[in-house]
């Protein structure tokens, strides 16, 4: 393009969108790179051997290797949802369950034997250490991915942000899965030749046991009272739960601001640039604000249509370590409102960012966080309607940038015909309405030839006459016998305010009010404002009200989960059953998911944030977890009754036999997102 642009004439890009990707998959691999790190680091510290340790972290790379393997064969692109939820942590736990095992017993088999084993009886220690857990091994990778699959059945847009993660996920799982079960038991058999593998645990495993046992013994000897306390934390903790308030999800920060400029749908584009020009120049005094670029009107084609009395402006920040005016990106959005409710107080203005506000627009087709629609046939009623809903919302803590949609205001020379007059004087309608075409529309009045080219030539009245209504009053028109009478004669003529837009939505007519959320979660927004509408607005008869924006999403996702939630957990008790065989201990294994959920949840509330779609993905990832450590417990609690142990020596022995692996699978999961949670940069 720049080759073909006449000379003095540049093309600068001044919105690109690879430099936020760049900056999200920079966060990525940071986040990973450090994710991984402090799961080594963990292994090594808990698992007392480095070798076995640096074993279990070569899945890491090798499962990576494969997930990416399968993410370009099915056409799934790394970015900052496919590749942010990996976790380390989860991806290990498998080898962990293999080699922790095969590490204990080889070390009782030393100590049996009183030396090194040999190259068949090291294998054959680690062959039946592994098909030992095989088991929880498979059923534990099976419950995992299996966690991961009510993911897969969103729709919509959080369908497509979230189904590339649970498969990315999945992928990386499933490499792992059957890496623990084939490379990981072959490759000990080199890694621990000829070693000395000491049967003495480390010091930090030692001080969680030394602290674990008497709370073992406390909650053996006073069954009912643990009961108690556990379930009385799970009921507080359901009661702070509806505390929380919930959203979609977090919100991006794109290191831009896009603001949206809606005037009078008369003005004229002299005024409408005038306007936009004087909002620049209040943006650019910001010595945060690196670029603003703005745009009045579009092209009124069928996908996005856009009148002069809209514009668009985007805003380029600087980094928010250079910012002084704020701290906050909401901080720096409030004072910039402020600035041009001062210096333009007659138009609306709303902030939003520039992804942000087209997904918005693709899915509600308002450009907000919120909007509220009102359907109905009249349109005089919708926008008195739509007015009280909108003064109403207004005053809802959390409402910035409320606005009803222009549907009226534009305006128009209305005419209606005088039919007993055009009789009297011998005239049709036709006539009159021919006449009205030919001068304000134009009609052809013959061609012209230029070369071998033909265009029609048009005759009409000028731009400026057809728009004066004391012009078209006095447009004269030839009666059947030929005299001439001015058109006020003929038909009332008048300057009207019609409507500026009709808009409609499975066939019935709506208005649009619009709004944004700033200082408090969408959830609980939406709950005050749907009850303050109720109580002092009536809808006339037939008229409704429906709720777009990131509210729809939210209530999409969240019906969908639901339903698909119920179904996978079903699954994974079915899983148990097939495992246990009983139906008790499946329950048993069960209980542990609420009391996983009071650590997420008190986290959530402790930090003030809301719940969302992404949390949701998070809890049902710990759900899993928490069905993984229960599954390694009762496991070894079985193996010990097999062989012959009393029940409360097999849970004591069980319990404390399992530590190491538990505290093991749960470290790495939870230490493993750290950076990601503690991430300050771009994503």
């Known amino acids: 393009v ?186 000990m058999t080199f890694v621990l ?52 308030g919930s959203e979609f999800i977090p919100r991006l920060d794109e290191g831009a601001l896009a603001i949206q400029i809606q005037q009078l749908p008369s003005v004229s584009l002299n005024q409408s640039i005038k306007t936009t020009t004087e909002v620049e120049t209040v943006l650019r005094s910001f010595p945060e604000v690196t670029i603003v670029v703005s745009k009045t009107g579009r092209a009124e084609v069928a996908t996005d249509p856009m009148s002069i009395d809209f514009s668009d402006l985007y805003i380029a920040l600087k980094p928010p370590s250079e910012w002084t005016s704020a701290k906050t990106r909401e901080a720096l959005i409030e004072k910039m409102s402020k600035a041009l409710e001062e210096r333009v107080p007659n138009a609306s203005i709303s902030f939003s960012q520039p992804i942000e506000l087209r997904v918005a627009e693709l899915i509600s087709g308002a ?46 020379i209305q005419i209606i015909p005088n039919r007993t007059a055009i009789a009297r004087y011998g005239i049709n309608v036709e006539d009159i309405n021919l006449l009205i075409e030919s001068l304000v529309a134009g009609k052809d009045a013959g061609q012209v030839y230029e070369g071998e080219q033909r265009f029609n030539l048009v005759v009409r009245l000028a731009a400026a006459s057809s728009k004066n209504v004391e012009t078209i009053k006095n447009l004269l028109v030839t009666a059947s016998n030929g005299t001439r009478i001015p058109l006020s004669q003929l038909a009332e003529i008048s300057l009207i305010e019609g409507p500026a837009q009709i808009s409609r939505e499975d066939t ?42 990131q509210f729809e999403n939210l209530q999409r996702a969240s019906n969908r989960l639901l339903i698909v939630v119920p179904l996978a957990m079903f699954l994974i008790f079915v899983l148990l ?34 719940f969302s779609i992404s949390a949701g993905v998070g809890f049902i990832a710990l759900f899993g977890v928490a069905v993984l450590n229960g599954l390694v417990m009762v496991s070894a609690i079985n193996r010990l009754r097999s062989e012959g142990q009393p029940l409360e020596i097999a849970i004591r022995e069980g319990a404390e036999s399992r530590v190491r692996p538990v505290l093991m699978t749960a470290l790495v999961a939870s230490l493993g997102f750290i950076p990601m949670a503690l991430a300050t940069s771009a994503g």
């Not at 000395?196 to 000897?221: G, R």
């Open 2 to 187: 720049r080759k073909t642009l006449p000379k003095g004439v540049e093309l600068t890009p001044f919105y690109d969108r690879t430099e936020l990707v760049d900056r999200t998959i920079k966060t990525v691999v940071i986040n990973l790179v450090e994710g991984a790190l402090i799961v080594i680091f963990v292994l090594i510290l808990l698992l007392g051997n480095w070798r076995g340790a640096l074993l279990v972290a070569t899945v890491i790379p090798i499962s990576m290797l494969i997930a990416a393997t399968l993410m370009n064969i099915f056409k799934i692109s790394g970015n900052l949802m496919s590749l942010g939820a990996i976790d380390f942590g989860l991806v290990v736990d498998g080898a962990v369950i293999v080699v922790e095992n095969s590490i204990r017993r080889i070390a009782e088999k030393q100590h049996l034997l009183g030396k090194t084993l040999g190259k068949q009886t090291l294998a054959n220690t680690i062959c039946d250490a592994s098909v030992e857990v095989l088991k929880t091994a498979l059923f534990g990778g099976a419950i995992i991915i299996i966690v991961y699959l009510p993911i897969l059945s969103l729709t919509g847009i959080e369908g497509k942000m979230f189904k590339p993660m649970a498969l990315t996920v999945t992928f990386a799982l499933i490499g792992a899965f059957i890496l623990s079960l084939t490379y990981i038991p072959a490759a």
């Open 193 to 244: 030749k000829d070693q000395k593998v000491s049967e003495t645990e480390n010091f930090i495993i030692l001080y969680a046991k030394k602290l674990y046992h008497p709370s073992l013994d406390f909650i053996i000897n006073h069954r009912s009272q643990s009961v108690a306390i556990a379930t009385g934390l799970v009921i507080v903790t359901g009661a702070v739960f509806p505390l929380l």
């Open 577 to 610: 059953f097939t495992t246990f065989g009983s139906i008790r201990q499946a329950l048993l294994i069960y209980t542990g998911i609420p009391f996983a959920a009071v650590g997420g949840i008190l986290a959530l509330f402790l930090r003030g944030m809301p």
């Open 367 to 412: 450009r907000s966080d919120i909007a509220i629609k009102l359907f109905g046939d009249d349109l005089d009623t919708l926008k008195e309607t739509a007015e009280q809903i909108n003064r109403v919302v207004s005053k809802v803590s959390g409402a910035e940038d409320a606005k009803v949609e222009a549907v009226s205001g534009l305006p128009q």
């Open 508 to 549: 019935r007519r709506r208005i649009v009010v619009e709004l944004n959320v700033r200082g408090r979660d969408i959830g609980s927004f939406v709950k005050e404002a749907q009850e303050k509408i109720e109580q002092q607005v009536k809808l006339p008869a037939g008229y409704y009200l429906t709720w777009g924006g």
